[in-house]
């Protein structure tokens, strides 16, 4: 599956912003997906995941509560809402996909097959 993220750009520390990653080549209802960001000079990092199937949803704790990843298999397309967007939130932010069973919500980097190029998000304070 090919992945495409977009919706980053630059926003103030408590704003919003959406990301979109669109998929070609396969479908992704077969796909738990993920959103994984890499801030400068640091590791690439867990930020949420969906499941398959049933919606379940994991998020790092520097998120949680304040993103929320959510997908729509008619188009093909996972979503993360950021909001109360902090200066650490700056990041390049990837979405991910793995084939797996339909509660799979593994936060593990490394568990995601295919990966899509990344949208740069800037937070100023």
């Known amino acids: 599956v090919q992945l495409q993220a977009s919706g980053g750009g630059l926003v103030q520390a408590g704003g919003s912003l959406r990301l979109s990653c669109a998929a070609s080549?396969?479908?992704?209802?077969?796909?738990?997906l993920g959103w994984l960001r890499q801030a400068p000079g640091k590791e690439r990092e867990f930020v949420a995941t969906?499941?398959?199937?049933?919606?379940?949803?994991v998020y790092a704790d520097s998120v949680k509560g304040r993103f929320t990843i959510s997908r729509d298999n008619a188009k093909n397309t996972v979503y993360l809402q950021m909001n109360s967007l902090k200066p650490e939130d700056t990041a390049v932010y990837y979405c991910?996909?793995?084939?797996?069973?339909?509660?799979?919500?593994?936060?593990?980097?490394?568990?995601?097959?295919?990966w899509g190029q990344g949208t740069l998000v800037t937070v100023s304070s």
């Open positions: 080549g396969r479908t992704l209802s077969s796909y738990a």
């Open positions: 969906i499941s398959r199937s049933y919606g379940v949803t």
């Open positions: 991910a996909a793995k084939r797996t069973i339909m509660t799979d919500t593994t936060p593990d980097i490394s568990t995601f097959g295919s």
